[in-house]
T-cell receptor, first 113, second 113 residues
Framework: GDSVTQMEGPVTLSEEAFLTINCTYTATGYPSLFWYVQYPGEGLQLLLKATKADDKGSNKGFEATYRKETTSFHLEKGSVQVSDSAVYFCALISGGGADGLTFGKGTHLIIQP | NAGVTQTPKFQVLKTGQSMTLQCAQD?????MSWYRQDPGMGLRLIHY???????DQGEVPNGYNVSRSTTEDFPLRLLSAAPSQTSVYFC????????????FGDGTRLSIL
């Protein structure tokens, strides 16, 4: 079946540092890929998505590129802020998508001032 | 614009009790789903619905029932609560399935004693 593997945290960085959170996947066919973010006490919010190979999703300074050859969708940001502290989930939908998202276990990101 | 509304936000039950977690959306979304979030496990799909009158099982359906009598509502029922069902439950909706972004509620934190 489908699966998503992402680095587990917590990941602790200083403000203005460069961020990379690795995500790799296993899926049949050509999945759509997503990054969701969860702030404390809240539900998940879509951060960005990519639906085909070589697509780059971007939002709020975050970027991720759909790499089919390496089955990866790594999340990057050039300069993180304290407000970026949250849990980040990589996820995919494959096939018709009726059976929902397959999530990674989440990466807890802590940004220190 | 309320989005996806879940009630209650917190609940404590005794083993064997029953309860219903409510989920409502006001975006006229066809697709709705329930996930549970456990530490170190990410989110796992419990049940989903592609439209009113249609439901299906996800990855971890045992111990849960759902129904979809209207487009707006998708309640999740625990018939006889067990400690293993202690978790945070999230309801999500989207315009359709596939690569449509899913909108999440703020979650229900459920403890089974």
């Amino acid at each position: 079946g489908d699966s998503v593997t992402q680095m587990e945290g917590p990941v602790t960085l200083s403000e203005e540092a460069f961020l990379t959170i690795n995500c790799t996947y296993t899926a049949t066919g050509y999945p759509s890929l997503f990054w969701y973010v969860q702030y404390p006490g809240e539900g998940l919010q879509l951060l960005l998505k990519a639906t085909k190979a070589d697509d780059k999703g971007s939002n709020k300074g975050f970027e991720a590129t759909y790499r089919k050859e390496t089955t990866s969708f790594h999340l990057e940001k050039g300069s993180v802020q304290v407000s970026d502290s949250a849990v980040y989930f990589c996820a995919l939908i494959s096939g018709g998508g009726a059976d929902g998202l397959t999530f990674g276990k989440g990466t807890h990101l802590i940004i220190q001032p | 614009n309320a989005g996806v509304t879940q009630t209650p936000k917190f609940q404590v039950l005794k083993t064997g009790q029953s309860m219903t977690l409510q989920c409502a959306q006001d975006m006229n979304h066809e697709y709705m789903s329930w996930y549970r979030q456990d530490p170190g496990m990410g989110l796992r799909l419990i049940h989903y619905s592609v439209g009113a009158g249609i439901t299906d099982q996800g990855e971890v359906p045992n111990g849960y029932n759902v129904s979809r009598s209207t487009t707006e509502d998708f309640p999740l029922r625990l018939l006889s609560a067990a400690p293993s069902q202690t978790s945070v439950y999230f309801c999500a909706s989207s315009l359709g399935h596939g690569n449509q972004p899913q909108h999440f509620g703020d979650g229900t934190r459920l403890s089974i004693l």
